[in-house]
């Protein structure tokens, strides 16, 4: 369905509101999204069946292994397992993560050097089968690293920094765990604004501009303690620390000039597969709050992020066509003459740009000053500092043009204000 406007005939308004009126209430729950935890997997697995011990001890093991450069040759001697004794989405999605972090230790154990060809079939074949299962890319995507990658210290306490760990670790120690638990952070900050994001639909199907005010007001609210939440990532990860060492085990083999012409993945493909690696832009609370207020980028930001929609769980993918499908939220302001639902809509659309002038910050300090940091060298166990993508992101875009492009089309977005 497309986006309602303000070109549609009367009919076509009346019948797309009596479609989505008889699926009220628009929730979260139709696309297994937490009410508690937003898109993170709620209280994730941590250990496999004892069939699959090879690749727990592989994975639990994983630094220590890349350092020594022992990974490659401990994957060339494991077992070909099956897939077919994981139970249920939890135990899929461990395995997916574990596989995940063993493929991206392998390509890159030896940094830029020595790139392998071909994933071996041992790994190859179990990756492609459980990520089919999951309708997930056979590589390291966000839900890995972050959404599915992290427990309580304490399991009766507090979804707080100081109570989490990750589940499978890479080289980067400290700064590795903070960045993916600050990620983590940012996205439990997103969960009020996920649940006002349902609000704010059904109010618009509703037509009751006070629900439709609070959202708006719970919105904005929300992506502030998103803001806040990813500005600690300046007191737990180290700029040289994740510009030599932890990046790279993100970059993938498409657009990534260190591995051209992709990764052969041995017994599923006889060509080389191009994937691309892990970014920020997989991360559906972005794409959710773009769609809901009506946010237009330009034609190549939306090209890029429309395909790492392709990286999110495939019900993830779905709540952001449900949202696309909805009344516009824009439209509906336009037209009621409401001054306190223009205000309220632009708090939140300032919020997002800041949230993202917030984002360029964080990668001008991890990118550039780290870059800067990592020459004097003798902080990653690889064979030198990575270089393939110094200006580009580890999905493959230029960074900071696509970074300010999407910051900037966000404030375009500003209703302008009641006489």
Not at 41 to 64: C, Q, T
Not at 92 to 114: D, P, R
Not at 272 to 289: N, R
């Amino acid at each position: 369905m497309d986006r309602f406007d303000v070109t549609s005939t009367v009919g076509d308004v009346e019948a797309q509101n009596t479609k989505l009126k008889n699926s009220l209430p628009f929730s979260l729950g139709r696309f297994h999204i937490s009410e508690d935890y937003g898109f993170l997997l709620p209280d994730p697995l941590k250990e496999l069946s004892h069939y699959y011990m090879p690749w727990m001890e592989i994975a639990n093991n994983l630094p220590l292994m890349i350092e020594s450069h022992q990974l490659r040759v401990r994957v060339d001697e494991m077992p070909l397992l099956s897939c077919h004794l994981l139970k249920g989405h939890r135990e899929q999605y461990l395995a997916h993560l574990l596989l995940s972090f063993i493929t991206m230790g392998y390509v890159w154990q030896e940094g830029e050097k020595n790139i392998p060809k071909v994933l071996p079939r041992n790994l190859a074949l179990p990756f492609v089968e459980v990520s089919q299962n999951l309708g997930l890319p056979p590589i390291l995507v966000h839900s890995d690293f972050v959404l599915s990658n992290w427990k309580k210290k304490d399991p009766d306490g507090p979804l707080e920094i100081r109570n989490l760990d990750i589940i499978v670790s890479l080289p980067g120690g400290e700064s590795l765990k903070g960045f993916i638990l600050v990620t983590l952070l940012v996205e439990k900050a997103a969960v009020p604004g996920i649940k006002a994001l349902t609000q704010a639909i059904n109010a618009v199907l509703q037509s009751s501009e006070d629900e439709l005010l609070q959202a708006l007001k719970q919105m904005r609210t929300s992506v502030v303690d998103m803001i806040k939440a990813l500005r600690q990532m300046h007191d737990y990860v180290d700029p040289a620390i994740f510009y030599a060492v932890i990046r790279i085990f993100l970059s993938g083999w498409k657009d990534n000039p260190a591995i051209p012409e992709g990764l052969i993945y041995e017994g599923v493909s006889e060509e080389p597969l191009k994937y691309s690696g892990g970014s920020a832009a997989q991360s559906t609370v972005f794409h959710a709050f773009d769609e809901l207020l009506g946010v237009c980028h330009s034609k190549e930001s939306t090209a890029f992020l429309h395909r790492m929609r392709e990286y999110m769980p495939p019900s993830h993918r779905a709540f952001i066509e449900e949202i696309h499908s909805a009344p516009s939220l824009r439209e509906y302001i336009l037209s009621s003459g409401s001054c306190l639902l223009r205000e309220a809509y632009n708090q939140c659309v300032m919020a997002l740009a800041e949230l993202r002038s917030c984002h360029i910050n964080i990668v001008a300090k991890y990118v550039l000053t780290g870059a800067t940091k990592a020459k004097d060298g003798g902080l990653s166990p690889l064979p030198g500092t990575p270089q393939a993508l110094a200006a580009r992101g580890t999905g493959g875009t230029a960074v900071f043009n696509f970074l300010k492009s999407v910051r900037d089309t966000t404030m375009e977005g500003i209703i302008k204000q009641c006489d």
